[in-house]
């Protein structure tokens, strides 16, 4: 009879442990980190009390989804908390005690929660602890690199792998997109893509991508071979044409990425965000193709770019809007158009300082007035803090007016905000006192500029 009521007593204890696995997996999915950790605390401690001999209530696959779910939403202290409370569950205190598949799978959640969370000194140390890797413990400790800029540690894990475990498509693609943040970016880039046509991985849609961006970016001629790689896939989608008109738009080639929207266009891809603004920064930026030289010729390209924003349904998205201003700003546009396309983003919530920025700057070399304006509108309002780029274009518009007290006001802010030792701030200012024909208060700043490199 006792038998039978410990029995009864123990599968009551483990439906409860079941329970509880769910509700964690469901609120550490949501998102809701804190009530999933609060929730795994109180039940290990009651599971720690009930059962001294016992093993941890919660299994491996769900400290896995934790550790996922950190991960996803970026959260290292929770991520730290669930490691914590892994070493601490009784079953749990050396991974060492997991069967070695368990053990591999938990310990690669870890890494890449370090990873992704930025925390790569310990993403590593569990890497070196680890007694046996595969493929998913290389994989993601190479991405955890590429992610935060670290292209030569990417590169040299990359490189270590290749003696334990053949590379997949998301190795190739991760060192690859590391490469621009290599001090031997092209070179290391170049040995890749001799690698993935050596074993036949080119063909992967996410290798071929990443090797038009690497080209593109880490490459000073690369545009040739980008344009190679592209011709060659059999399979791209909307992040090949877009990785190919940026490419374009990035080594100077504008005129090349209009002709290739239009292809993308009469063959039915659709277009995203980052489609409209790789061609609004070929707008933009210097081109070496002279039909876009002409302003006549932008123009009339940035107003298209503009109706197929506004037809999409694009132009909601600030960053389409910020693009716009600034190339109507470069291409000498309508101020007007300018301050009709910013008042529509009043009510956006995530209207921001580049914004701002962007539309201070296209009205004050035309309307330097209205750009007094915003600046004043801005500082006002208070929800967003100027930088050294606000100011420098504000400054612009006070050389415009050439009035003292303009300057000097904006000169107050300067100083208010922190940034009167900011070098572009500083020749700003310089330009707009001299304007204005205050030439002791522009001695005294660059004489500032003077004391502050010499500190």
Partial sequence: MLAKFSSSISFCRSLHTLRVQDQVKLLASGGRLDEALSLLSDSTAAA?????????????QTFATLFHSCALFNSLHHGVAFHRLLLLSQNSVNLSLFPQERCVFLTNHLINMYAKCGDLVRARKLFDEMMHRNHVSWTA??????????GDDCFLVFSSMLSHARPNEYAFASVL???VDSGNGEQHGKQ????????????????GNALISMYSK??????????????????????????????????????LAFDLFLQMQQRGVGIDRATILSLLASLSCGTNEERLDTVGYGLKCCCQFHCL????????????????????????????????????????????????TSMIRAAAEKEPEESLFLFRKLHREGYVAPDRYTFSSILKACAGLM???????????????????????ANALIHAYARCTSLELARQVFEGMEMESQG
């Fill in 48 to 60: 720690s009390a009930a059962a001294p001999d016992g093993g941890s209530p919660i299994d491996v």
């Fill in 177 to 179: 997109s590391s490469c």
């Fill in 192 to 207: 890749v893509h001799a690698l993935a046509l050596k074993i036949s991985i080119d063909a992967s849609i996410y290798v």
């Fill in 403 to 425: 009035t003292a007290k303009h300057a000097m006001f904006i000169h107050s802010l300067v100083i208010k905000h922190g940034l009167e030792g900011d070098i572009v701030v």
């Fill in 309 to 356: 924003a506004v037809r999409s349904g694009l132009i909601s998205e600030i960053e389409v809007v910020t693009a716009l201003l600034k190339a109507y700003s470069d291409l000498e546009g309508d101020v007007a158009c300018c301050g009709r396309l910013f008042m529509e983003t009043d009510f956006h919530p995530q209207r921001d300082v580049v914004l701002w």
């Fill in 218 to 255: 880490a490459c000073s001629c690369g545009a040739g071979e980008a344009w190679t790689v592209f011709r060659t896939m059999k399979f791209r989608n909307l992040i090949t044409w877009n990785s190919m008109i940026a490419g374009f738009q990035l080594q100077g080639f504008g005129g």
């Fill in 141 to 150: 400790l190479i991405s955890g690199y590429a992610q935060h800029g670290h």
